[in-house]
């Protein structure tokens, strides 16, 4: 039986302190459940937080990197994909992640949310900057929360995840 995937985006080197923070925690709440993180595998902000705080959980993490030869992965990866896609990777991402959670904005998590919207993804957001929510919210038309916490995002993909 498949494990169950959760991705986490956002922000790399721009993440705030903030951003940061969560990304650890839910890569840690997702990892204690048995659940799979699945970032962009880069040595930055959000991405790396999450691997982090999953791997501090003794979770698997797997890595959707934009490059082909695995320069910018982070350590706390265990399982890199290399795809030398660039950019083009926040489809597989998104494709792959069974609920994507978003922890802050920036222009690639703009995209991959975007794309989580258009194929009927569950997306949570969260730690975003005034206004971005609501934007994301009027563009949904697919399962979508906010959440303040990450006990409340974990208990949100747990409901979605029911059978």
Known sequence: MARTVIGIMGPGATATPLQLEVAYGLGQAIASIGWVVLTGGRAAGVMEAACRGAQAAGGLTVGILPSADGTDMSADVDIPILTGLGDGRNVVNVLSSRVVVACGLGPGTAAEIALALKAQRPVILMAMPPGASELWQS???????????VEVAVAQIQQWLAP
């Open 139 to 149: 563009l949904a038309t697919g399962p979508i929360a906010i959440a303040s916490t």
